[in-house]
């Protein structure tokens, strides 16, 4: 990792835990605050005199922060905190994609993958069915029992208890909460409107007026942890979208294929292309995940593999993919094919 690379992680982290207790200034954030400092300074740039100060600064889109080179790890317009937030959707995927998933709760689904993937065990079969249910937007809350009566479905007791960890009880709090029209998770009341999340993409993909009560009875509720909600289960509600559209349209699709080499593997008549969905918000850190990456990674996407961004990326964000391929370096762009969701027919009808 680079030294920009240390720093936007040790503010993240230290953000993060600073969180759970105010009472004192963890030293992953001082840590990070020095980095600052130094980055600042070499970039010739006014750097922060206290913690007050940098906080403010963090607030800021990062092209406003004074370090040369950040543009490379971190998107210009995104700050690092926003208010009533707390830490980005951004900076939460810089530390899903850079950081491997384990300092992001993300962490659950790696394990389940190694335990699936493991010499002598490969389970296909397990690790697609675990996928396929946090995909699902009924699954997304769930009672006591209906989580131990999957959880347990599962012969073997270390996968039954990493799936078990995927989900929080939120019992005490169920009130609270509205259920999500989009993706089934919890709404909670801030600001004056309802929020699914962090990044609220689901209201962009639902009518977000109506809201349902969750209707649990006495039962202990829980929900997905809030990260396998983000990058699980959306990115996992398009997959399905997506796999069940093909297969009416005659095409046979796996999902998850090779446990999880790629998400979808579709073929007509003998001949088979990869899919791989990836759903961050801004497009260069989507090209900034794959210029980091060794030519060794980037001939997975060699030429049948499709890189696929979901639909609502695009009316988010205008021209999404053409400013992903704009971005990627020269050694990205041999291999990385982007389209978007509603183009992947025609590319379909084209290759197979
Ligand atoms: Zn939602």
């Known amino acids: 990792m680079s030294k920009i690379q240390d720093m936007l992680f040790y503010l993240i982290t230290g953000l993060q835990k600073w969180r759970e207790d105010y009472s004192q200034i963890p030293e992953d954030l001082h840590k ?27 607030h800021k889109p990062s092209k406003e922060w004074g370090i040369q080179g950040l543009a490379e790890f971190y ?23 850079y950081i491997s998933p384990k300092e992001a709760q993300q962490k659950n689904m790696l394990a389940i993958l190694k335990f699936c993937r493991d010499d002598g065990l490969n389970l296909q079969d397990e ?9 699902q937007s009924q699954n997304a809350v769930l009672s006591s029992f209906q989580l131990a009566q999957f959880a ?28 999500c029209p989009h993706c089934g998770w919890t709404l909670e009341y801030k600001q004056d409107q309802w929020h699914c999340n962090k990044e609220n993409i689901c209201r962009e993909m639902s009518n977000f007026e109506k809201f349902e009560h969750f209707n649990f009875g006495d039962e202990r509720v829980y929900r997905m942890l809030p990260g396998i ?18 297969m009416r349209k005659g095409y046979q699709v796996e999902l998850y294929p090779n446990v999880d080499e790629y998400d979808l593997a579709v073929s007509l008549l003998g001949k088979q292309v990869f899919l791989d969905v990836k759903d961050f918000k801004d497009p260069s850190m989507l090209a900034n995940f794959f210029n980091q990456k060794t030519l060794s990674y980037l001939e997975k996407y060699s030429e049948h593999v499709y890189v696929v961004i979901p639909s609502y990326r695009n009316d988010l964000y205008s021209s999404y993919s053409k400013r992903v391929s704009m971005l990627l ?24």
Not at 76 to 95: C, H, Q
């Open 32 to 58: 990070g605050m020095l980095m600052f400092i130094h980055e600042a300074a070499h970039s010739g740039s006014d750097f922060p005199a206290d913690l007050h100060h940098l906080l403010q600064i963090l």
């Open 127 to 135: 690790y697609a069915r675990v996928r396929k249910f946090l995909s």
């Open 329 to 352: 370096k020269d050694d990205a762009k041999k291999y990385i094919k982007i389209i978007m969701e509603n183009e992947l027919e025609q590319m379909l009808k084209w290759v197979l």
């Open 75 to 97: 998107p210009a317009e995104a700050a690092l905190i926003e208010e009533f937030i707390g830490i980005t959707p951004d900076a939460e995927d810089f530390l899903n994609i």
């Open 152 to 179: 347990e479905s599962f012969r073997d007791r270390e996968l039954s208890n990493l799936v078990r960890h995927c989900y929080i009880e939120i019992t005490p709090l169920i009130s609270n909460y509205r259920k």
């Open 229 to 246: 909600q983000r990058y699980v289960l959306l990115p996992g509600i398009s997959e399905m979208k997506i796999a069940d559209n093909l």
